[in-house]
């Protein structure tokens, strides 16, 4: 009976582990080796294959990539879609083919001692906008760039403070942006490697970016200005070229006059850089202009207590390509899709909550994937049968929404 209930503690220890690594693994999984010394590999492969399983039916899991010692704290896709990078505690970075899943490389250097890619956690991966260069980011104070044709070390950025969480490339491949654990953010030139500034708030205490981790960093897409994301609540933005701060996202509402009442998770920009988007700890995403810095909207569920966006902590936010939709995570166990063209009613699309079969599932994508290209699903035959099958709500959203044809 012990034995049982001391495995279902465990169960809970790593489930709660697995979640506090997908939310913040740049910041908080370089820290659990100390926390917890005798769990060495906390996702197991089959862990991260339930998970996944237990989202879908609307994901299609292809591939497991198993071949890192330790949690894998970043993934990046390469600018084709063929190639995945993946960052670990076991100090490597490692190429796989998204096709087969098979490893194609890992990144090593000579200088380290166990000709690892780093000599600590590697916090962060990243792909040049050609893809033809990779940025790692590491608890060993360095980033370092390589050749990603030839897996070779091109040179190695060297934190002036504290340990690098993060690393990415500006839209023109001109500077990477780093952010370190003494909340500051640094610019460097991709050509020469060199340090060309540190975004400094002279209001803060210390002169830093923040007085929090910085836990995220965007680049509008003509690569003019700069968002940093932090845990000090705020935003920022910054001109890339001379590093200068431009404003601080502010809400009048909350209690300090910031970006968010709580911990901001996220920041990120739409693809046509008028609108920039923004996670909270205070469950909350808030839609603001990037030219004039002002809050648009905040994304509010009716179906919440509150009237937020979700019950729980909101951990990402995403613009879709043509920027009529946002996607949010939350530590609530959801995803939501949002409706953001001004001419219809916002609406969230929370399709975890209908139970839906893997074949009800297959509709619903097809008909995201029509709606992307411009055209609309017309369904017969079986595709037809399983309409039939749906509830009435779920018909209707994929009528109204997704502008399915049913004869």
């Not at 603001?288 to 009716?302: E, K, V």
Request: neutral net charge.
């Amino acid at each position: 009976m012990k034995k049982k209930i001391m495995n279902k503690l465990l169960s809970a220890l790593q489930a709660f582990l697995i979640l506090i690594l997908a939310i913040f693994p740049t910041i908080i999984s370089p820290m659990m080796p100390e926390l917890f010394p005798e769990m060495q590999v906390i996702i197991a492969n089959k862990q991260i294959k339930d998970a996944i399983n237990h989202i879908g039916p609307i994901l299609k899991l292809t591939h497991t990539i198993q071949g890192h010692t330790g949690p894998v704290t970043s993934v990046a896709f390469n600018h084709d879609g063929t190639t995945i990078a993946t960052a670990s505690f076991d100090k490597k970075v490692k190429e796989w083919n998204v096709q087969t899943g098979k490893l194609t490389r890992m990144l090593q250097d000579p200088a380290t001692p166990e000709n690892t890619t780093h000599t600590n956690y590697v916090t962060s991966v990243a792909f040049s906008p050609d893809g033809t260069k990779i940025a790692t980011a590491s608890w060993d104070k360095t980033v370092k760039k390589w050749n990603e044709q030839t897996g070779q070390k091109i040179c190695t950025l060297i934190a002036p403070i504290g340990d690098f969480n993060f690393a990415t490339f500006s839209p023109d491949d001109t500077t990477i942006a780093t952010a370190s654990t003494l909340n500051v953010v640094d610019l460097w030139n991709t050509q020469s490697c060199g340090l060309i500034r540190t975004l400094r708030d002279p209001a803060t205490p210390e002169n830093t970016t923040h007085t929090d981790f910085v836990t995220s960093v965007a680049f509008s897409p003509d690569g003019t200005t700069i968002a940093t994301a932090s845990w000090d609540k705020t935003v920022k933005k910054w001109n890339a070229q001379t590093g200068q701060l431009i404003h601080t996202l502010r809400d009048p509402t909350t209690p300090e006059n910031t970006t968010h009442a709580d911990k901001v998770t996220s920041v990120t920009f739409s693809h046509d850089g008028t609108t920039m988007a923004t996670a909270s700890f205070d469950k909350k995403v808030k839609k603001w202009n990037a030219q004039t810095s002002q809050l648009i909207h905040t994304l509010r569920d009716p179906a919440t207590p509150e009237n937020t966006t979700h019950t729980g902590y909101v951990t990402s936010v995403a613009f879709s390509h043509d920027g009529t939709t946002m996607a949010t995570g939350s530590w609530d166990k959801t995803a939501k899709i949002w409706d953001l063209q001004p001419q219809r009613k916002q609406q969230v699309f929370d399709w975890f909550k209908y139970n839906l079969r893997p074949d009800q599932a297959i509709i619903i994508n097809r008909a995201y994937e029509a709606k992307h290209r411009g055209k609309k699903l017309a369904l017969k035959g079986d595709g037809l049968v399983t309409f039939n099958t749906m509830t009435e709500d779920v018909q209707s959203l994929l009528i109204d929404y997704l502008d399915i044809i049913v004869p």
